[in-house]
């Protein structure tokens, strides 16, 4: 079936669909004759292929993933900071088939039939599911800052997926003189790791320091208050006095455009001219999602956190950043948490049994120095009336904590997340 034959098909099933005359020729597998198909191999879509096979070894396991190489974001202000090279964000999945029997797919996931439960790669063959796992990560909104888009993001770094974008904007710190301004903007809320901007500021303060003392630090943010706020404050103080510049939009309102030749930021109020700039734009769910229609208008995809099967479409199930699971942060540690609960309750699913209730947690760690680091955590219930996720447990470093022993669970919870979730 040619590719406007098939856009025309599926038209046409999702029209049936929609009269209830669901035009699916077979009946869903169940137990451990089912398939299921999980497309992102990222923290979260690694987990739940690991969790799916443990819960259940006879299930038949896909993993889909476009990229050769997984760089971990996590970490990556780490690279940026010069203390790793990029290569130690690595993450392999091969234990995933070697181990625990998975089938890695390398592929570009282009579509997915939800009425025949397929998932169609870039070379046109059909994958076949009973459910679908969707963890496709984010994609910058290129639309939403006047004067920042794709062609932009080459030389003004996001650097908010790991990989080249990392060391582009590493190599812009190493080349530039000392006494220069790095701009970092931060965008609102819901984005990619909350506390990672001024994670970034202070492991950025932390390289000038050393090298080029006479530099600042510009974060002019689309937020009034950020996560573990008073810490960082804290710790900028102690550790950089007079480096880093919160700037809240309360104080210069929103950006009204960047000009990419004078690398400038322009606000409501003011200007600011950067010698790096960093743009951290608005995010939403990825591409995949956003085209089968998982996505409602805040561009993220809506799930029932029961089963994080999705609200819009049925035995499609959505974890990580892409999915809406609010109150709970997008990290990797949420991502992880979410995918062993979809796991759970798919093979609990295909055995007609009923998902018992959720509990997650997450627990997000930032470095401000190599031994010192600070935390915020919180755990999630499922409140059935309103198929949400409340938090009834939660807090952040206490200000009179040894940040020294934060930075050594940081490190050993970078190495077990990593272990946990790529299979190792
Ligand atoms: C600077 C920075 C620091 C961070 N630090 C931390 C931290 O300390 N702690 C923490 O918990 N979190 C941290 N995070 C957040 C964390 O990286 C993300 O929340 C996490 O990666 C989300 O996992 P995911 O599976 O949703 O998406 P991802 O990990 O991005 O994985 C998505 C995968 O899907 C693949 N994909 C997408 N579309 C397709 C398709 N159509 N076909 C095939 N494959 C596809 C992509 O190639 C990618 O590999 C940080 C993020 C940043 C930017």
């Not at 901007?197 to 003392?213: D, H, M, V, W």
């Not at 020294?404 to 970078?414: H, I, N, P």
Request: aromatic share 8%; hydrophobic share 40%; charged share 20%.
């Amino acid at each position: 079936m040619s590719g406007i034959n098939r856009r025309k098909f599926l038209k046409l099933a999702g029209t049936l669909g929609a009269l209830g005359l669901a035009a699916c020729t077979t009946a869903p597998r169940k137990g451990s004759k089912a398939k299921v198909v999980i497309v992102g191999g990222g923290y979260g879509g690694s987990t739940a292929a690991k969790y799916l096979k443990l819960f259940n070894p006879l299930l038949d396991v896909t993993l889909v993933e476009k990229m050769k190489h997984y760089y971990s974001c996590a970490g990556s202000n780490e690279v940026i900071s010069g203390w790793h090279d990029l290569d130690w964000l690595l993450r392999s999945r091969d234990g995933l088939q070697t181990k625990l029997g998975v089938k890695l797919v390398k592929a570009k996931a282009v579509e997915i039939d939800p009425q025949n439960r397929l998932v169609i790669l870039k070379d046109g063959s059909e994958l076949p599911y009973d459910r679908l796992v969707l963890s496709p990560g984010v994609d910058m909104r290129f639309d939403a800052i006047d004067g920042y888009d794709l062609k932009t993001s080459k030389f003004i770094p996001h650097a908010w997926k790991a990989g080249k974008q990392t060391t582009l904007l590493l190599n812009q710190l190493r080349a530039m003189r000392n006494g220069g301004v790095v701009i970092i903007t931060a965008p609102a809320s819901p984005y990619r790791c909350p506390p990672g901007p001024y994670e970034r500021a202070s492991l950025i303060a932390n390289y000038l320091k050393q090298t080029k003392p006479r530099s600042k630090i510009i974060i002019i943010d689309a937020k009034t208050q950020f996560s573990k706020q008073e810490l960082f404050l804290k710790g900028w103080q102690d550790l950089y006095p007079g480096m880093i510049e919160w700037i809240s939009s309360a104080k210069e309102g929103q950006i009204d455009h960047i000009n990419p030749t004078k690398l400038l930021v322009v606000t409501e109020f003011n200007s600011h001219r950067a010698d790096v700039l960093n743009v951290i734009p608005p995010q939403k769910a990825g591409w995949l999602a956003r085209k089968t229609e998982l996505a409602d208008h805040t561009r993220w995809c809506p799930v029932d956190p029961h089963s994080f099967e999705s609200t819009l479409i049925p035995n499609i199930h959505i974890i990580g950043d892409a999915c809406i699971a609010t109150p709970m942060p997008k990290s990797a540690f949420s991502a992880n948490s979410q995918a062993k609960i979809c796991a759970a309750a798919i093979v609990d699913l295909l055995n007609d049994r009923q998902p018992g209730p959720p509990s997650l947690i997450n627990h997000c760690y930032s470095f401000l120095a190599p031994d010192y680091a600070i935390s915020i955590n919180g755990v999630y219930e499922y409140s059935g009336t309103e198929r949400q996720l409340v938090a009834t447990a939660g807090g952040v470093t206490p200000m009179n904590a040894d940040r020294q022993l934060e930075a050594k669970f940081a490190k050993s919870w970078r190495d077990n997340i990593s272990a946990d979730s790529f299979g190792g």
